[in-house]
Every structure is written in structure tokens, then in C-alpha cells.
């Protein structure tokens, strides 16, 4: 017994150190970028605006689908945060639409999507999205997360280095990170300097891919893809955009940030989420029947993976009828996203001066923010303070705005702020 105790400890110890070995060299083998180790604060490994609730002690519980009234810790809240643009994640046709697939279905088809996992509803999603985005084919995966990784692993043989805008999103970076090419960045949002770090960095011949958000979740700043083109093409590059916040939200017809600038080309790749706008969940690219075709083929998610469950997956495909069906929930969302930036530019802040339902700024001081924060809390209204990536040191204070919202809600903010801030 005695025995039987000590090897098992000694099998203990000896599995841990496989594992911490096994970390160690799966980090390599990944080519773990290093020196996002050694960053300051607010770095790639800097998820503070996810600890904050930690950091500060407030622990926020919510307890209703979110909406323009969310209910958080037994309370009703006016809501200014999160990414559920037309309020889709609780509307009664998407959740029926996911009990009648788990009914149907079961929770997923436990096995991957090679062998018998392809069933009605994932090939459901697929065709609409290609209906919706009018290309001849879609993939549909279990995060939107993954859409710039396997976006970069299927194009792997059409570039040779990643050329990354600073401030980009851990998916772009992790999903660049995966790939294993030479990975250099460019000053945020700035086509002057993509232009000089190709031109030193490129080797004779080699070809870049472009890796940036299609808008910056922080400030909802939209990168000047145009300009980023011209660059581009004279380097016989590609440009590799993570749409997550722009699809449903950007251009005419809501396909994202290259309708919102009228651009199409054959170098212009996006992946894109069905989790904020759409109200579902899960990360998808679109394209031709042979590029779809080759990165299933070029991305082990395919082949290694269970796909998403029935029930978002049903609730995607209804949330992408709903807004391909309702253009006037998107005039209605920028209507509101103008309203709010017009007032607080009244407030004297600088805000970005595009569509995007995204609005951040800075006070004086953290402390100033989280007093505003918590003020406006006690008043009833959510308005996050937020240090997540591409933030100042700070922090800012970030509304998100929804289609849903009413104009009195939204003065409510404002005239909630003004209150505040004089
Ligand atoms: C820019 C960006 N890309 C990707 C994601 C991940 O998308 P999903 O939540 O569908 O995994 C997010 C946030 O959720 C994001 O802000």
C-alpha cells in the first residue's frame, strides 16, 4: 500500500515535469513570441480589463440575455457594454430556432466534420452566409477567435512574412503566432510606416500578408485599408482583416469593413464572428468552393475538431436571416452611434468620427474613470471602464451602443454623464 502510495507520487512528479517540459517545448514548436514576455504593462499578455472585476472587487453576475435593460446582480441595468449590436443573443427567434436543433439534433454531432459531423444545421449556416456575403461558399467554425489563425494557416503559400499592425487583437497575433512565418509590426493604423518596415524588413522576393483588425475593439477605430492597398500591391502582398466587429455592422448591405471603403480585389481576405452582431456564435471566412475547400483542408479545425454545438449554430443562422432581412436595424444602430458621439463631443471629448457603434475616451486618471463607472451604476446605467488591448495605460471608458437603445435611453447616458463629469 505504502509502496503503491510512493510511486504514485513519483508518477505524479514525473508527469508534471513532462507536462511543464511538454509546455515549455510546445511553446517553442509554436514559435512563442518571446518577447511579448517582457512587455510593459498593457502588453500582449495584459488581460486586465478581464481581471478587473478581480482587481477591483466588483463582482458583475449577469442574469439575463444582454440588452438595452440587462439585468446584473439582481438589478435592471441601461446597458453600454458588450458587442450585441442588434440585441440578437435574447431575441424569442434565435432561442427557438436553438431549442428546436437541440431537440432535433442533440447538443453536436460529436465527431468532426471529416467523418459524420456535417449535419443540416452547420450546412445551413454555411449557406446562408454565402448567400449573405455572395461568395460561393463559407466555413463555419467554433470561434471567431480562430478566423485570422485559420485565415493564415490557408494562405500560408501566398505569403512568406506577417506584417501586423501593433495594436492588433490576440486573435490576429496568436493566430499569426500559429503559422510559424517571421512576424513584424507596424506603427497602429499608420500606412507610412507599413511602407518603411517593408521596405526594411522584405528580403529579395519575399511576399507579405498584411494582419490587422477590420476595427479596433477599443476606440472602434477603422483602419485605413485603402491606403494599406497601395502599399500592399507594390509589395505583392495580401491583406488579412479580422472582421469580428464590422460584419453586420460596416457598409451598405453589412458585409464589413472592405464594403464600408467599396473595396474588392483578389488579395482582400476577412474572417469574420457570428457571436456580436448576429447574435449567434462561432467565427466563419467566406470565399470560393476551392479556396473554402483548401483551407478546410489546410487547417486541422476541420478534421480535429467537434463543430460547433446545435444550438448557436441554429440561433447564428437566424440571426444572420434577421439582419440580411432588416437593413433598417443597421441605420437604426449608426442613427444611434451618431447621437452618442455628437453628445459627447458636446462633453469635450475627441471621439472617432465613423459608423461604428463603438465609443471610448479618456478622463484624467483611472480613478476618475472608475469613480464615473461606479457613479453611473448606482444611477442604474453600465457604462464599462475598460483597459483592454489598444487602451491607454489608463484605461478608458467604453460604450458600446445598440440598435435597441431608445433616444431617451441614450440622453439618459448623456445627461447621466454630463452629470458626472461637471
Ligand atoms: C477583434 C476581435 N476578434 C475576434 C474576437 C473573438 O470572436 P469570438 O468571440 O467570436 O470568438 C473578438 C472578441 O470577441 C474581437 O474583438
Request: aromatic fraction near 10%; charged fraction near 25%.
Amino acid at each position: 500500500m505504502k509502496e503503491n502510495r510512493k510511486s504514485f507520487k513519483i508518477k505524479m512528479e514525473m508527469d508534471r515535469r513532462q507536462f511543464i517540459q511538454q509546455s515549455v517545448l510546445g511553446m517553442v514548436a509554436v514559435s512563442f513570441d518571446w518577447k511579448y514576455l517582457s512587455k510593459k504593462k498593457n502588453d500582449y499578455l495584459d488581460y486586465d480589463s478581464e481581471s478587473l472585476q478581480i482587481q477591483w472587487g466588483d463582482m458583475y453576475v449577469m442574469e439575463s440575455a444582454p440588452g438595452p435593460i440587462t439585468l446584473i446582480n439582481g438589478r435592471p441595468y441601461l446597458y453600454f457594454g458588450g458587442t450585441g449590436y442588434f440585441c440578437l443573443q435574447g431575441n424569442p427567434a434565435l432561442v427557438n430556432a436553438a431549442i428546436e436543433a437541440v431537440k432535433k439534433y442533440g447538443i453536436h454531432p460529436a465527431t468532426s466534420r471529416s467523418g459524420f459531423g456535417n449535419n443540416p444545421v452547420l450546412l445551413d449556416v454555411e449557406k446562408k452566409l454565402a448567400d449573405y456575403f455572395g461568395t460561393e461558399d463559407a466555413f463555419y467554425f467554433v470561434s471567431g477567435y480562430l478566423g485570422p489563425l485559420i485565415l493564415l494557416q490557408a494562405l500560408r503559400d501566398k505569403y512568406d512574412v506577417i506584417v501586423m499592425d501593433e495594436t492588433a487583437h490576440f486573435a490576429v497575433k496568436d493566430g499569426a503566432s500559429s503559422t510559424r512565418k517571421r512576424i513584424i509590426t507596424f506603427k497602429h493604423r499608420d500606412p507610412d510606416d507599413l511602407n518603411r518596415v517593408l521596405k526594411k524588413e522584405l528580403k529579395a522576393g519575399e511576399r507579405p500578408v498584411l494582419a490587422t483588425d477590420g476595427i479596433f475593439p477599443t476606440f472602434g477605430a477603422i483602419p485605413p485599408i485603402p491606403d494599406y492597398l497601395e502599399v500592399i500591391n507594390s509589395f505583392n502582398g495580401i491583406i488579412v482583416l479580422d472582421d469580428a466587429h464590422s460584419v453586420g455592422v460596416l457598409g451598405a448591405n453589412g458585409k464589413g469593413t472592405c464594403e464600408y471603403y467599396g473595396l474588392k480585389g483578389d488579395n482582400l481576405y476577412f474572417s469574420g464572428t457570428l457571436s456580436k452582431a448576429f447574435g449567434g456564435e462561432g467565427g466563419f471566412i467566406v470565399g470560393s468552393k476551392s479556396f473554402i475547400e483548401d483551407a478546410k483542408a489546410k487547417t486541422g479545425i476541420y478534421s480535429g475538431a467537434t463543430p460547433m454545438g446545435n444550438a448557436t449554430a441554429a440561433a447564428a443562422a437566424k440571426g444572420i436571416e434577421i439582419v440580411k432581412n432588416h437593413p433598417e436595424m443597421r441605420k437604426r444602430l449608426w442613427k444611434n452611434a451618431k447621437i452618442v458621439k455628437d453628445g459627447i463631443r458636446d462633453l469635450g471629448f475627441e471621439v472617432s468620427d465613423n459608423p461604428v457603434p463603438i465609443i471610448a475616451w479618456s478622463l484624467i486618471s483611472a480613478d476618475e474613470m472608475l469613480r464615473v463607472h461606479r457613479n453611473l451604476m448606482k444611477n442604474g446605467i453600465v457604462l464599462p471602464y475598460s483597459k483592454y488591448i489598444g487602451a491607454p495605460a489608463g484605461g478608458v471608458l467604453r460604450a458600446s451602443i445598440f440598435s435597441e437603445h431608445t433616444e431617451d435611453q441614450l440622453k439618459e447616458l448623456l445627461s447621466q454623464l454630463k452629470k458626472q463629469l461637471s
